[in-house]
């Protein structure tokens, strides 16, 4: 009679070589069957057990549990990596070219001076201003009579205007916004009012009748120009995505007073001196200065307790700036050709 | 406005520094340069020739942004660009007029100013036995190399004084001129044949200088030709006037006439200088014109003002620059630019403003600010955050809106164009905008610019027809304001939103894509058909949107004759009223416990039946078992029907629906459907 130990190691030997071999889930699961099952071959030893001593009885019953045991676990491995392998090589088969354009519509373009306002507007809102709209359609008050402007003032020659039949106008600035505001929600305020500004002018590469400025304006108590240079340079070094260098020299502007044009150190030679800033080493950027005591009265406000700084910064001229535009026209042309680069 | 270097360097006795240094000093402290050039070519003798004659260093021209002077009438002449360099470097300046002679009221001339809100000043001026012709070189290479044309010595010499002091004058050919000068308003039908050839005619609103019988000149814009210099002049009077800036303007644009003069006096001269310019120009007659005998200049004062004086407290002052002021320097930046400076306190001065700086310039303590800052340069001004409160910033709902839209329509594959504010009458036609209803510019540059849009759509249509040169299919939008009358009459701005899908092949395939867009924009609007009405839209393939039973827009295919090629299917909305809808809000509803049950159903309809009013005898008949309605497909049938297909999903709230009901339910749908003269296709 052959000895039900000896028999339980070879079994063990062969099965697992048997797994081992199964190269596919249905053959692991015929060696499954034909040793672990019910009526397998270690079920059929451990019917040989009621003849053995019960001290040989329990030692190949114990020994008989861990043939279960590490064939069970190599079963449970050997499964697993054929499961993997088969889904390996369906995945192999389900290979995607994913460099093919996809189907549908693609995206489309926001305008780019759109871009630039939306910027501006987040960085002023994240530092306590308001934005503010105001009509386009203007009256010459509060165009220019209410920002220090009255009709005779040789300052109204700058800028040249589009009157309507009804005595209208079309605002030469955002400024009238600055009146606005302070006519509505009083002192102390901070705000920006970006938006469309016309003048009546002859349009080529580089004038436009139709283009974008933002207004900005803080009016409280002592506000001064070392808070203004500060905006400044913080909306600039923003605008620009670096430290940007800016100087004040004198400007006039009649809504102002002091008044002042700003330069930005130029950002092509770092104030060497190239063609872009004429060899100057500096680029005229935005005209402002501390609001006019004028035109805080003109609000209704006292100029002995309230001032402030405002300024007016190019929108369309800042995005011709950052895109390189050389042409004005192509801004309002909506020619997707244009466009479609934002 | 043009500085000659050398002429500063003459009343800037010392001056060393060289022009490039000087134009960038004058620029951070003063006014604009705009550029340092040579004189220009001078006909008949090179620069270097002049130069060499006068024995001169040879020039170079500072030229200034005239925009930047406009609040300094006291640097339209070289005397005051002088005083401003004085100060700027810490010398003086020499005044080029001597000593003034006595002026009468009353002397050989009769003047007579009628207003003295027209003329604050006259002062004249009498020179006998001149003799007409060139002036020397040096005086031609000067006025030439600033851009004046030299003519001969006599007005040679009045444009030498108002280059040097700003000061314009006119010399008479006082045979010529009658014997009594008066000042006036011009009376109505007048005119005056003016020195450059051209005839005016002057309105009560003009200022004259006349004789007894005529105008001689406009006052403070040009002299007449009658009475002016010619070869054969004698003696001469000479003017030097002060004229209020305002009306000098309002004549010089409407006579569209404007001249070294008149630019000058519309920013506001001192009349103080109105002697000085006599005296200086006699003295310079005398070597230039020998031998000829100046009488004595008569003066008429008819508005005297005191030089005004302000208070000036040095720590507002530091306030408002937000830097630290010492109060000798301020002191002694005052006295370089000649105010009168008395010290009222340790840190408060009283200041008298220079006549010159007196007539537009300075008048109030915020005006010293700025030459304090421009003084001490607003470079030593370090950058600060100021101590504000931490608050949340008030929202601007509507540009939150608009950001919203934009997003969602590039999402949607359009892209933003910006058309211009005008239309053409010929597009108000297009269109059929009447025009009585829209804003009209009055004075357009182009026909282009003849209405304020009412609505977007005309330059969306340009967009389309240009684009459609390089694109077969192309998606665009714009968010933009338009413009009408109110009901008083008065502009009204409303921001509206026009998106267009374009093809060039598609016949209008694309309205359906574009009601699922509409649907993304406006959440829950509800597309209604109907007949599309004015010249924009197709008759036959119109909508209204509505949200919450509110029109917010249209959805249409823009009206064929309006593009040469292609279809393009139009969404219109007025961003204004969907703004002020109320927002939306429901409470959610609970999850469906019991399971549902579907069955579709196709309906035999009309070719022209809507699908919405199946939908909605669908939703009738099947009553509150109906848990969803599903449209499922169309397709048409012969002749003139079309068949429907929807799917139905019914359940209940607390069970689940038995074979049996869910039949019933279908029964009742199906005979409520034909009752309403439909058919099912079984």
């Known amino acids: 009679m052959t000895n039900p130990i000896q028999t339980i190691k070879d079994l063990t030997q062969s099965a697992l070589g048997d797994i081992n071999a199964a190269s ?54 050997r499964k697993h990596m054929l499961e993997s392998s088969e889904s390996d090589q369906r995945f192999q088969a389900e290979w995607i070219d994913l460099s093919v354009p996809p189907q549908g519509i693609a995206p489309g373009h926001i305008h780019p ?70 006519k509505k929600y009083g002192a102390p305020i901070r705000m920006i009012a970006p938006g469309r500004v016309f003048r009546n ?142 | 406005m043009k500085f000659s270097y050398n002429w500063i360097r003459e009343l800037v006795p010392g001056l060393k520094m060289d022009v490039a240094t000087l134009a960038q000093q004058i620029t951070m402290k003063t006014a604009e340069c705009e550029g340092v050039h040579d004189p220009g070519a001078f006909p008949g003798a090179s620069v270097a020739a002049v130069a060499r004659a006068e024995n001169s260093e040879p020039d170079s021209i500072i030229e200034i942004d005239n925009k930047s002077l406009t609040n300094r009438p006291d640097l339209w002449g070289h005397l005051g660009m002088a005083r401003e360099v004085a100060a700027i470097v810490g010398l003086s300046v020499v005044d080029p007029v001597g000593e003034l002679p006595l002026a009468v009221a009353d002397g050989d001339l009769s003047i007579t100013i009628e207003n003295a809100n027209l003329c604050a000043r006259f002062s004249g001026q009498r020179v006998e036995n001149v003799k007409v012709a060139p002036s020397p070189l040096w005086m031609q290479y000067r006025l030439n190399s600033l851009g004046v044309n030299p003519i001969n010595n006599l007005v040679d010499v ?17 045979d010529l001129l009658g014997d009594a000068i008066v000042v006036r308003a011009a009376r109505k039908g007048e005119s005056i044949l003016a020195l450059n050839g051209e005839k005016y005619a002057l309105s009560e609103e003009d200022i004259v200088i006349a004789d007894a019988q005529k105008p001689v000149g406009i006052a403070g814009i040009i002299g007449g030709n009658d009475t002016a210099i010619r070869e054969t002049t004698k003696r001469i009077v ?25 630019m000058r006096f519309e920013k506001g001269q001192d009349p103080e200088n109105t002697v000085r310019a006599l005296a200086r120009a006699v003295e310079l007659l005398k070597q230039i014109s020998p031998g000829s005998q100046a009488a004595q200049p008569v003066d008429v004062y008819a508005r005297k003002s005191t030089p005004p004086t302000i208070q000036l407290d040095i720590d507002w002052a530091e306030r408002k620059l937000g830097r630290k002021l010492s109060t000798d320097d301020v002191i002694n930046i005052f006295k370089a630019l000649a105010f009168g400076v008395e010290q009222a306190g340790t840190r408060k001065l009283v200041l008298t403003v220079p006549s010159w700086r007196a007539t537009k310039d ?56 910006s058309n211009y504010s005008f239309i053409s009458d010929a597009e108000a036609d297009m269109f059929g905008y009447p025009p009585e209803k829209l804003l009209q510019v009055a004075n357009p540059i182009i026909a282009e610019q003849k209405y304020m849009r009412p609505a977007l759509l005309p330059g969306i249509r340009r967009n389309l027809a240009d684009n459609s040169r390089f694109f077969a299919d192309f998606r665009l939008f714009e968010i933009g304001r338009i413009y009408g009358k109110g009901g008083d009459g008065a502009p009204v701005e409303r921001t509206h939103l026009a998106a267009a899908i374009y093809g060039r092949e598609t016949n209008g395939a ?10 993304y924009l406006a959440p829950g609007s509800n597309v209604a058909p109907v007949k599309g009405q004015s010249k924009t839209m197709h008759p036959e393939r119109a909508a209204h949107v509505e949200v919450g039973g509110r029109q917010v827009g249209h959805l249409y295919e823009l009206h064929p004759g309006l593009l040469d090629r292609g279809r393009a ?78 799917r139905l999903t019914v359940g209940a709230e607390d069970r689940t629906l038995t074979a049996d009901e869910v039949t019933g339910i279908r029964e009742g749908v199906v005979n409520g459907i034909k009752s309403s003269g439909y058919e099912l296709r079984e």
């Open chain 2, 362 to 417: 300075i008048s109030i303590p915020e005006d010293l600010v700025e030459e304090i800052g421009r003084m001490v340069g607003y470079a030593s001004i370090v950058p600060q955050a100021p101590a504000v409160p931490a608050a949340p910033t008030a929202r601007n709902p509507d540009h939150e809106q608009h950001s919203a839209v934009r997003a969602t329509m590039v999402g949607q594959g359009f892209t933003e164009v």
């Open chain 1, 113 to 182: 001076v759109t871009q630039v306002q939306d910027e501006i507007e987040q960085l002023f809102i994240s530092m306590g201003f308001r934005v503010l709209d105001g009509p386009e359609v203007e009256t010459d008050y509060f165009n220019f009579d209410a920002l220090n402007i009255p009709a005779d003032h040789p300052a109204r020659d700058m800028q040249d205007t589009f009157w309507m039949t009804d005595g209208h106008l079309l605002r030469t600035h955002t400024s009238p916004v600055q009146i606005r505001a302070l």
């Open chain 2, 510 to 519: 694309n309205l359906l894509e574009m009601k699922r867009v509409a649907q």
């Open chain 1, 201 to 342: 002018e002859e349009v080529d590469a580089s004038h436009e009748h139709t283009f974008y400025q933002v207004e900005g304006m803080m009016v409280d108590r002592d506000v001064s120009v070392s808070h203004l240079i500060y905006f400044m340079q913080t909306l600039l070094s923003s605008v620009f995505g670096r430290k940007v260098t800016v100087r004040l020299r004198p400007g006039y502007f009649p809504f102002v007073e002091p008044g002042f044009e700003l330069d930005i150190q130029c950002l092509i030679c770092g104030g060497n001196g190239c063609a872009v800033c004429k060899q100057s080493g500096w680029v005229e950027l935005l005209p402002c200065g501390l609001v006019h005591p004028n035109v805080i009265s003109n609000c209704g406000l006292d100029p002995q307790e309230w001032n402030g700084f405002a300024f007016g910064l190019g929108l369309t001229r800042l995005a011709m700036m950052r895109y390189a535009i050389d042409d004005i026209r192509l801004l309002q042309s909506g020619d997707l050709r244009f466009l479609n680069q934002f």
């Open chain 2, 158 to 174: 009045t444009n030498y004084v108002l280059c040097e002091l700003g000061q314009p004058m006119h010399a008479y050919d006082a």
């Open chain 2, 238 to 262: 000479l003017e030097a006037a002060s004229f209020p800036a305002a009306h000098v303007r309002k004549s010089s644009s409407r006579l569209k006439l404007r001249t070294d003069a008149s």
């Open chain 2, 569 to 646: 299917a139009i969404l219109y909305l007025d961003l204004d009223t969907l703004q002020g809808l109320p927002a939306q809000r429901q409470n959610y509803r609970p999850l469906r416990r019991f399971p549902t049950s579907s069955f579709d159903l196709s309906i035999v309809a009309g070719e022209r039946d809507l699908v919405a009013d199946l939908e909605s005898k669908l939703r009738q008949f099947a009553g509150e078992s109906l848990v969803s309605l599903q449209f499922l497909l169309i397709f048409p049938l012969p002749p003139g029907k079309k068949s429907v297909s929807f």
């Open chain 1, 24 to 77: 596919t889930l249905a053959d692991l699961e015929k060696v499954r069957v034909a040793v672990l099952g019910r009526k397998g071959e270690l079920a059929g030893i451990s019917k040989t057990f009621g003849s053995m001593a019960p001290e040989d009885r329990a030692r190949a019953g114990q020994l008989l549990n861990e043939a279960k045991a590490t064939l069970e676990k190599s079963l449970e491995d």
